[in-house]
């Protein structure tokens, strides 16, 4: 079983950055690979970027490539997501979730959730 707290959303303006963190709990941590997805109101929930257990792979959707990275700390069982350059339509609750078996961008596959951070960004 794996718990997951995402922390750092909030209010930004367009253009501006935040840093999103997701602590898990667990001795399991770097078994996992980790995702964060993101859902607006009125839509269906989205893929945004991906990381496996090392850290060394990472697979990003095409809507955040280049403007955000993910990043993680096994020892810290964390995982982060930095956001640069964002637009109103980064306008979601974001969620981080574990995948025990690969880095994977179906949301079907991942087996634990965290309870979700709102990020809201101005224009």
């Known amino acids: 079983q794996v718990q997951l707290v995402e922390s750092g959303g909030g209010l930004v303006q367009a253009g501006g950055s935040l840093g999103l963190s997701c602590a898990a709990s667990?001795?399991?941590?770097?078994?996992?690979?980790m995702g964060w997805f993101r859902q607006a109101p009125g839509k269906e929930r989205e893929f945004v970027c991906a990381i496996s257990g090392s850290g060394r792979s990472t697979y990003y959707g095409d809507s955040v490539k280049g403007r955000f990275t993910i990043s993680r700390d096994n020892a810290k069982n964390t995982v982060y997501l930095q956001m640069n350059s964002l637009k109103p339509e980064d306008t979601a609750v974001y969620y981080c979730?574990?995948?025990?078996?690969?880095?994977?961008?179906?949301?079907?596959?991942?087996?634990?959730w965290g309870q979700g951070t709102q990020v809201t960004v101005s224009s």
């Open positions: 667990g001795r399991t941590f770097r078994t996992y690979a």
């Open positions: 979730a574990a995948d025990q078996l690969y880095l994977a961008t179906n949301e079907k596959s991942y087996d634990y």
